[in-house]
């Protein structure tokens, strides 16, 4: 026991005896002489008893003033406080990206970076005809690490290279940063070849956002613009290399490793070690003396106050249990973020309502796991399975449709982006979320269902009268140029119907709860899991009440 490091979380509570004294002195009622021949024979008889049980008395309070003022020792346990970065990671996953097994090799190097920055906040975007972000900023290095064992070659359309569109949108999720320090490395084989994005555009979008971007080529000379990227470097501080062979990426990401530090103070967590029960104990020893000693008349009282200090040494507390899936379940949310879930029918927008049912559903789980797939033209894996409710909610707030190609939502993709990301045991279960009014491909969708044995649970978010949908600042418009109406289908809705079960929203909170009741949990072993919270201080302050009433109002007990 380090005496240096004890201290009193609760000071004022030493006050008691002081105030009992001045209060013993000032506030009681005083009890009537009697006087008699032979006072001083008596006084001399009676007085030692008297006083020590005076002394018993008093000690016994300033015990339980202490226990009640938390005497406590610090342990100091050494943290690192590093003041991390903010880097976006973007890959090229064109169908060049197989030679040499460039792509695999780039995988397992970029996860080897990712656990080599801990307090640094993650983003990887993904690009081959078009870009898209595949996961937002995060700290949680699992998830990303998962993400990216995911991914293959052409997940992003196989045929071109949208390069500029990949850093633009690598450098516009900054916009929701507030981080100084912002790096952003860019790895390709290809030239751009996609019109989305000019580079005028890419380097205006690089200089708002402050960035600093590090280009790193692989091939010879000719698959790669050398000079484009050189200048993309150069313009944002940051760095280009040039290499032949993917081997060689560890030494290019270990020398970004060593030029990027973050800045680590070392600082101080406290824990504390409670240490009332000594006093307390005493306290005990000492009221249990007294007991004997004193008046058979207080013995009701003085029990009483014995009861209340042994009731604080058992520590008293409040339990709670709840019951939660030994084994856990698992389930896949499926999110539509095609144009139509941009509709204003449903406050704020469709995309904004889905987002909130799926946190609030998350925020009541236990320990089930559950993965996040956002899906339009093609299906992203926002998150892998987690019981991270905390991250999942981060990942679910950061979708964004806009770093997509939005247009219609293939179910059929959909389904089979879930079906190759995982096993067929994790496909049983999958909640989808849809405004089932621009879904595609739906009776394929159903067929491949029903070949994988998975059960879809549809959550419909429309209005009967549908909504007009904007894009760009312009009306989306059909094939004839007339004015779209997004609306919840009946032919999907009665296609969704034959492999599971399908629900129109409501504004109610924990509708979304229903699904978890579908899934047949009879065979989970369940587990009864405790909190408790302290409540060792309330017999300690009622003993103090007792005291103070029935002493001070010279109901003499003591």
């Known amino acids: 026991m380090q005496l240096e490091n004890i201290t009193l979380l609760y000071p004022y509570a030493l006050l008691i005896l002081p105030i009992y004294l001045l209060c013993q002195k000032l506030c009681g009622t005083k009890a009537p002489k009697i006087l008699f021949s032979n006072f001083e024979v008596l006084e001399k008889i009676v007085s030692k008893k008297f006083y020590f049980l005076k002394i018993l008395k008093y ?12 005497p406590v020792i610090k342990h100091y346990i050494k943290i690192d406080n590093t003041k ?68 293959n070659t052409g997940v992003a359309g196989d045929r071109s290279t949208a390069l500029y569109e990949a850093l633009y949108l690598g450098s516009n999720i900054f916009k929701k940063t507030k981080a100084k320090k912002r790096v952003v490395i860019l790895l390709t084989d290809g030239i751009n070849t996609v019109n989305s994005v000019s580079l005028k555009d890419t380097l205006n979008k690089i200089k ?16 790669f613009n050398k000079k484009v990227l050189s200048k993309i470097a150069k313009i944002s501080g940051g760095k280009s290399y040039a290499i032949n062979k993917p081997s060689q990426l ?73 019951k939660t899936p030994k084994n856990g379940i698992k ?22 309502f889905a987002k909130h049912k799926i946190k609030t559903f998350i925020r009541n789980l236990t320990s089930e796991k559950v993965s996040i797939i956002a899906f339009n033209t093609q299906a992203y894996l926002i998150a892998p399975f987690s019981n991270n409710y905390k991250n999942l909610i981060y990942q679910i707030e950061h979708i964004d449709p806009s770093l997509t190609k939005q247009d219609n939502s293939n179910l059929l993709l959909a389904l089979k982006g879930v079906s ?25 969708a159903i ?16 209005t009967k009268n549908g909504s007009i949908v904007f894009k760009n600042g312009n009306v989306i418009r059909d094939k004839n140029l007339n004015i779209k109406l997004f609306k919840s289908d009946k032919k999907t809705i009665k296609e969704l119907k034959k492999i599971g079960i399908v629900k129109n929203f409501s504004l109610k909170d924990g509708d979304l709860n229903e699904f978890l009741q579908q899934i047949d949990n009879s ?30 109002k010279r109901r003499k007990f003591w």
């Open 208 to 223: 708002d956002e402050k960035l600093k971007v590090y280009t790193i080529s692989i091939g010879i000379d000719g698959d």
């Open 84 to 151: 991390g970065y903010n880097i976006s990671l973007l890959l090229d996953a064109s169908d060049s990206m197989q030679e040499d097994n460039r792509f695999e090799i780039s995988k397992k190097i970029l996860k080897e970076f990712i656990n080599k920055r801990k307090n640094d906040s993650i983003a990887l975007t993904v690009f081959g005809d078009y870009a898209f972000v595949a996961s937002p900023f995060t700290t949680n290095k699992n998830s990303l690490n998962t993400i990216i064992s995911y991914l």
């Open 59 to 70: 000690i016994t309070i300033l015990l339980i003033s202490i226990a009640l003022s938390s």
């Open 250 to 322: 560890q030494e290019i990401y270990n020398q970004i490793n060593s030029l990027e530090k973050s800045n680590i103070e070392n600082t101080q967590e406290i824990y504390y070690e409670y240490l009332f029960i000594y006093p307390t104990l005493l306290a005990l020893i000492l009221m249990i003396i007294y007991t004997i000693l004193s008046s058979k008349k207080a013995l009701i009282l003085n029990v009483t106050i014995t009861i209340l200090l042994v009731t604080a040494l058992l520590k008293p507390s409040i339990n709670s249990q709840t």
């Open 331 to 352: 389930f896949t949310i499926l999110l539509d973020i095609g144009n139509s879930m941009l509709a204003k029918d449903i406050y704020p927008n469709r995309l904004k």
């Open 447 to 462: 067929k491949f269902a029903k070949t994988k044995n998975i059960k879809l649970y549809s959550y419909i978010i429309s």
């Open 523 to 552: 065979k989970i072993k369940y587990i009864k899991s405790a909190k408790s919270q302290e409540l060792f201080y309330i017999p300690l302050i009622l003993s103090i009440v007792i005291i103070f009433y029935f002493d001070l």
């Open 420 to 444: 190759n990301f995982y096993s067929k045991d994790e496909l049983k279960n999958i909640l989808l979320l849809s405004d089932a009014s621009n879904l595609t491909n739906t009776k394929e």
